[in-house]
């Protein structure tokens, strides 16, 4: 049987994809409850982030935000 051994860097980098797996989301429907959308946009965004939770944030932050209302 074969054993998988981690070192060091390539650990740290796994560690900062996960934490930014876990916090993007998180950010992203933080931002989605404190700003105002047209109509059911608030939703549908939430909906994505929810459902596709990395891919979903990351299109909120690069489309999302300039739909917003001030």
Do not use: C, D
Not at 17 to 42: Q, T, Y
């Amino acid at each position: 049987m074969e054993t998988i051994h981690l070192n060091s860097g390539s650990f740290g980098v796994l560690q900062i994809a996960l934490i930014i797996a876990v916090f993007l989301p998180i950010l992203a429907l933080i931002s989605l409850l404190k700003n105002r959308f047209n109509g059911n946009e608030k939703m549908l965004w939430i909906l994505i982030v929810i459902f596709a939770p990395f891919i979903g944030s990351i299109l909120y932050f690069a489309i999302g935000r300039s739909k917003r209302l001030s």
